[in-house]
């Protein structure tokens, strides 16, 4: 009967101790108020969710939910103590419930419209449009344009510089600059691409503007020299201005034969 006792005993405490193991390690919360995550969903999956969304906005955990205590992050299988996650008091969260059956809505139409299995088609993410920014950006060039449009011309250069400082190496805006041969010119990158925007609209000084301060930041562009120097020659009809753009562009790329022969164009301009 001792022998029984004990166990017994040794059953119960090692229940116990497993069930405080699994608690400790987050396995089966008793998770409360979910409308749009499935009721039974389990915390390691419901914490991958959320840190993507932690990752598309760029936001922590008290952007969405109510703190109520003192804030510590989890472990693994643990969530973060401090908040009363059930609350529904935060427009955002709701708002984030309505963001995930769009996005959810999306996801299953996109193998129809673009003609592939759903196994062969990337998935909608809130990375895809907030670029790790709550509010999703709207594109530089959109941005620059607006700012021309109300203030002038540098002051959205102003705003340009100052936009960089703050956001270049993240997501949220395109900094690049298009080497040649990769479209340097079309449209597609940068400022590179908004100032052929701009060419293509008949604004040619502002597309001039845009590419010299392309140069602030790219010196060594070769492709910025040459659209430089394809404005100045056929555009602003400047073949002397022209070809010392386009030799400073090929002192940068020598061994470009796209360059040289853009050379020979402008050198047999009248």
């Known amino acids: 009967m001792v022998q029984r006792s004990a166990r017994l005993l040794l059953i119960a405490s090692t229940a116990a101790a497993l069930a ?3 608690q400790a390690l987050g396995a089966e919360p008793a998770f409360t108020n979910l409308h749009v995550l499935s009721k039974d969903i ?3 999956q419901l914490l991958a969710q ?47 419930r309505q963001m995930m059956v769009m996005s959810r809505t999306i996801n299953a139409m996109t193998p129809a419209a673009v003609g592939k299995t759903a196994e062969n088609t990337e998935p909608v993410q809130c990375f895809n449009c907030h670029r790790g920014m709550a509010t999703p950006p709207v594109p530089l060039r959109d941005i620059l344009d607006r700012t021309t449009a109300q203030k002038g011309l540098s002051v959205a250069i102003a705003q340009y510089r100052e936009l960089r400082s703050k956001y270049y190496g993240s997501a949220a805006y395109d900094f ?4 040649i041969g990769e479209g340097a010119g ?22 001039l503007a845009w590419l010299n301060v392309n140069l602030e930041f790219y010196p060594k562009s070769a492709a910025t020299w040459a659209t430089i120097a394809f404005v100045q020659g056929l555009v602003k009809h400047n073949k002397t201005e022209a070809i010392r753009s386009l030799q400073k562009a090929i002192a940068i790329e020598p061994q470009s034969t796209q360059l040289k022969a853009q050379l020979g164009v402008l050198e047999a301009l009248p």
Request: hydrophobic share 35%.
């Open 42 to 44: 389990e915390v390691v």
């Open 186 to 207: 079309s449209g597609t990158g940068g400022l590179q691409g908004y100032a052929a925007q701009l060419f293509f609209q008949g604004r040619i000084d502002d597309a």
């Open 50 to 96: 959320m840190q993507m969304f932690e990752a598309g906005l760029g936001k922590d955990c008290d952007y969405c939910h109510v703190v109520v205590g003192t804030v510590a992050p989890g472990g693994p299988g643990r969530l973060p103590t401090g908040f009363d996650f059930a609350l529904d008091d935060k427009p955002t969260k709701r708002i984030a």
């Open 176 to 179: 690049s600059d298009t080497p």
């Open 20 to 22: 405080t193991a699994s």
